[in-house]
C-alpha cells in the first residue's frame, strides 16, 4: 500500500511537471511579426504625410487595399494556427479601426486633428501586438 502511494506520488510529480510545458497560447510566428512591423511602418509613414496633408480617398486607395489585405491574410493565418485566439482579436481590431479611418476619409472627415487623435491608438495597437510576439519569441527561446 506503502508502494502505492509512493508510485502515486511520483506520477502526479511527474504529470504536473509534463504540465509545465503545455502552451496556452501559439507559439511565436515569424511572419505574422515581421508583417505587422511592416504595416506598422506604412500605416505610420502614411498617417505623417497625412499630417501635412489628406489627399482625396481615390489617390489612397491602393493604401487601403494592401493594408486590408495583410490584415486579412493575417488574421486568416492565425485562425488557422493553434491558440491564437488573443492575437486573432488584435489583429480584428486594428482592421476595425482602419475601416474607420477609411469611412472618415470616404465622407471628408478626416483632418489633420483627427490623425493627431487617432495615430497614437492605432500605434498602442500594433506596440501591442508586438509586445506580444516578443513575449513569444522569449519563450521558445527558453
Not at 505623417?48 to 486607395?61: C, F, G, K, S
Not at 500594433?126 to 519563450?139: G, T, V
Request: charged share 25%; net charge negative.
Amino acid at each position: 500500500m506503502k508502494q502505492l502511494k509512493v508510485f502515486n506520488t511520483i506520477l502526479i510529480v511527474l504529470l504536473l511537471t509534463g504540465c509545465a510545458t503545455i502552451r496556452l497560447v501559439a507559439p511565436y510566428d515569424q511572419i505574422t511579426d515581421q508583417k505587422v512591423s511592416d504595416m506598422q511602418e506604412q500605416v505610420v509613414t502614411k498617417f505623417t504625410e497625412w499630417e501635412r496633408n489628406i489627399p482625396p480617398l481615390a489617390e489612397e486607395q491602393s493604401f487601403y487595399d494592401q493594408t486590408e489585405s495583410v490584415l486579412e491574410i493575417l488574421i486568416l493565418r492565425n485562425q488557422n494556427i493553434e491558440k491564437s485566439a488573443i492575437l486573432v482579436e488584435m489583429l480584428q481590431k486594428i482592421q476595425e479601426n482602419m475601416q474607420i479611418i477609411k469611412e472618415l476619409h470616404q465622407a471628408n472627415e478626416l483632418s489633420t486633428e483627427v490623425i493627431q487623435q487617432i495615430k497614437p491608438d492605432l500605434m498602442a495597437q500594433f506596440n501591442a501586438i508586438q509586445k506580444y510576439q516578443m513575449a513569444l519569441k522569449r519563450a521558445e527561446e527558453n
